[in-house]
């Protein structure tokens, strides 16, 4: 996540280097180009600066009106907040999403007053989430900055057709497409309900490590929490070594060193585990336990993604997970 500090020195740098410039401008003289003539903009060429400028004028007037009508709409109690008995503000107060979201109060009221400050990927994450915007929203967020949405929700580039029928078609075995960053791309109907209720959490928080760490009735579904999360940190920094720059990876680590103690203290130990196929317990709500063999099946040469998935061990693992696709099936009715 961003810090105050990070944005209002990346903010002051703009400034600094604004300033500079029209100092340099400020005399008579020209300065020469290349040639010996005067490095001045042609007509056309000062047209379309202007008209780049005014382009992003208006998107940053656009973003400040979409976040004031976006937190004037949530509640304090939608977001955990008591709600006061002298509020008059309709929503959110700002210094409010500036904390929900982990940036300064004066970066934020900067933003909705359509200043020109840089605004990072991880910034706009926990101001999509902070203002509860649904994936539409999210994207146009991201958008109106002119940024690219790096979580899994935005795109879900490899999951073709044709593994969308293999996941069918392995049904009532549990099965997944994730990436090397634990996100969900794509699953069947009996990995739809083997942990919780898959179809009800929101794209973009579809993550195995988000998930393990945060969701109640996903930590209850395994058996063995505590080494679970043990090894999957383990296993995501292996991967990250691969991703060390790439903002999507640092915002799920951010994320889960904000929101989960046992990831803090499980990252800290600085283990290293590479992929491997494994028997897992599950204490399914509505079948019972559940003991399955993981196995990956990796989905191109560069183990990016990989199909996840869940075979019995014993005949009544089986049984019960015929009644688990049954159940499944008739909920997405």
Known sequence: MTTMAQETTSTTTT???GAAGAAGTAGTASPVGPMGSAGTMSAAETMSAAGAA???????HELAAFLRSRRERITPEQVGLPRGARRRTPGLRREEVAHLSAVGVTWYTWLEQSRDIHVSVQVLD????????????????????????????SSCAGVTDAVRLL???????PA????????????????????CDLDAIPPQDRNCMVLIHTHPQWRESVVHLDASMRLMAAKLRASMAGHLSEPAW???VKRLQAESPEFRENWERYEVVVGRSKTKEFR???VGLLTLTHTDLWLSPDHGAR?????????????RLEKLHAYAQGAAR
Do not use: W
């Open 176 to 195: 997944c497409v994730q990436n090397s960053r634990y996100d969900i791309l794509a699953y069947n109907r009996t990995y739809a309900h083997l942990l």
């Open 15 to 17: 400034a600094t280097a």
């Open 126 to 153: 926990a101001l999509a989430r902070t203002l509860l915007l649904d994936p539409s929203e999210r994207a146009h967020l991201f958008q109106l900055a002119g940024a690219t949405d790096p979580t899994p929700a």
């Open 54 to 60: 005014g382009g992003s004028e208006t998107r940053r």
């Open 307 to 319: 199909m996840v998935t869940y075979t019995p061990v014993d005949e009544e693992s089986r049984e």
């Open 284 to 286: 399914n709500p509505h």
């Open 250 to 252: 640092k915002m799920l």
């Open 167 to 173: 996941l069918d078609q392995l049904d009532p075995l």
